[in-house]
């Protein structure tokens, strides 16, 4: 099984994060040829990462790759076996991938001030801090998102705050999370899987900041 990502995604590091706490051994490689490449995308259509190599077959979007991963290997599973804790874990995971996230990838075309649209720029940084604001309203920490134990939800939003984290000073802001998003991100940075993957995200996206974003 072969994982295609890069250091900068975050939705690729969503799914290392799974596989970390899952313990599933997985090599990690970079979109062969590069993203959205003619090379890659003769394997994975769309050009996108992460992508998941089983056998002869490829697919990709991380939910999708996530849910593989727990029915293929059911053994830890991030869901756990109580159907309104799993629909809690899903629900908070797609206001990630639809609702939040988003909202700060589209802040990348404005990182350069030359280029910079303002009115643009203030929208999505105002939506995207309206609804990390509304996150910390849609869960109860326990530390983790759902309950004690680290889970599904959980891997969503580590790369994605500390990448906040990072963008938010470049525009005059920064990150401000409620009680309840605190709370949870020190208990999920103190887990060493996290810890790691995150790490290596910010290491790599200061280093794509530092070259001018190309």
């Not at 250091?7 to 590069?34: D, E, F, M």
């Not at 109860?140 to 004690?148: G, I, K, L, N, S």
């Not at 906040?164 to 309840?180: M, Q, S, T, V, W």
């Amino acid at each position: 099984m072969e994982l295609f990502s890069l250091p900068v995604s975050t939705y690729s590091a969503k799914v290392r994060i799974a596989l970390g706490l899952k313990n599933i051994t997985c090599t990690i490689s970079p979109p062969p040829g590069g993203y959205s490449t003619d090379q890659y995308m003769q394997l994975v259509p769309l050009g996108t990462i992460p992508a998941l190599r089983v056998g002869d077959e490829y697919f990709s979007e991380s939910d999708v790759i996530m849910e593989y991963l727990e029915d293929a290997y059911p053994a830890h599973s991030l869901l756990t076996n109580d159907h309104l804790k799993k629909a809690r874990h899903r629900f908070l995971a797609r206001y990630h991938d639809l609702w939040l996230e988003p909202h700060l990838r589209r802040t990348f075309a404005h990182c350069d001030p030359a280029t910079r649209v303002q009115a643009e720029l203030d929208d999505h940084l105002n939506k995207f801090e309206e609804r990390l604001a509304k996150l910390d309203e849609l869960f109860t920490a326990q530390p983790f998102m759902v309950d004690e134990n680290i889970g599904y939800a959980d891997c969503a939003f580590p790369a994605t705050i500390e990448l906040a984290d990072i963008l938010l000073p470049l525009f005059g802001r920064e990150l401000k999370l409620g009680p309840n998003m605190t709370a949870w991100r020190a208990a999920v940075l103190a887990n060493p899987v996290v810890k790691s993957v995150t790490d290596e995200s910010r290491a790599a996206t200061l280093e794509w900041m530092n070259s001018g974003g190309g």
